[in-house]
């Protein structure tokens, strides 16, 4: 079993940045594909970004168009962290940002409890 917590999320005006922070336990990251995602209020739960780690440590990491340019995941395995560095927020980023991990072969099967983030106009 994978625990996960973020942290990092608050209230910023448009234009500015935040740092969600994701931190595991239970189980070492490196073989796990770690994602953000996020759900607005109304809306569905969305895919904002992930990091595959292969061997090798080669990783590879995918975005939401609404996320590219913006938003950047990184890993720190050692420390057992995933980030999402989020950069010229919108108020349309405005939303409840979730952490998730995916076993090798396996949809993403461990949540954290998500940290809410608002941006101000």
């Known amino acids: 079993q994978v625990q996960l917590v973020e942290s990092g999320g608050g209230l910023v005006q448009a234009g500015g940045s935040l740092r969600l922070s994701c931190a595991a336990s239970?189980?070492?990251?490196?073989?796990?594909?770690m994602g953000w995602f996020c759900q607005a209020p109304g809306k569905e739960r969305e895919f904002v970004a992930s990091s595959k780690w292969r061997a090798g440590n080669i990783g590879y990491t995918s975005y939401a168009d609404s996320a590219k340019g913006r938003f950047t995941i990184s890993r720190d395995n050692a420390k057992s962290t995933v980030y999402l560095h989020m950069n010229s927020l919108k108020p349309e980023d405005t939303a409840v940002y979730y952490c998730?991990?995916?076993?090798?072969?396996?949809?993403?099967?461990?949540w954290g409890q998500g940290t809410q983030v608002t941006v101000s106009s």
């Open positions: 239970g189980r070492s990251l490196s073989s796990l594909t």
């Open positions: 998730a991990g995916a076993s090798p072969g396996s949809e993403y099967d461990y």
